[in-house]
Nanobody
Framework: QVQLVESGGGGVQPGGSLRLSCAAS????????MGWYRQAPGKQRELVAH???????NYADSVKGRFTISRDNAKNTVYLQMNRLRPEDTAVYYC??????????????????WGQGTQVTVSS
């Protein structure tokens, strides 16, 4: 059974940085793509970054150039380094797992594997 545990969130001032971690268990982590998602109050959950099993990355336009996704297959962990944070980055951040980007996008409509998320609040 896949378990995903996010950590590293907190409160930060605009322009600050945070590094999120997502530890995965119960899956063939190194064979799967991983995605970071976020859900702001009153908004739908969105995929903001993903990394393939081979290490290729892609980002939503809203975070491109500020966020970096990476993975450590030895630790079954995916990271999200968030720099130059803005108030509009405030959200609960989640990770999820899937064989392809298409599957990661499909996760937005299903209840598979979601963890508890980690809150990020950007405010002065």
């Amino acid at each position: 059974q896949v378990q995903l545990v996010e950590s590293g969130g907190g409160g930060v001032q605009p322009g600050g940085s945070l590094r999120l971690s997502c530890a995965a268990s119960g899956s063939d982590f190194n064979l799967n793509a991983m995605g970071w998602y976020r859900q702001a109050p009153g908004k739908q959950r969105e995929l903001v970054a993903h990394i393939t099993s081979g290490g290729s990355t892609n980002y939503a336009d809203s975070v491109k150039g500020r966020f970096t996704i990476s993975r450590d297959n030895a630790k079954n962990t995916v990271y999200l380094q968030m720099n130059r944070l803005r108030p509009e980055d405030t959200a609960v951040y989640y990770c999820n797992i899937g064989s392809t980007l298409k599957v990661l996008l499909r996760r937005l409509g299903d209840n598979l594997y979601w963890g508890q998320g980690t809150q990020v609040t950007v405010s002065s």
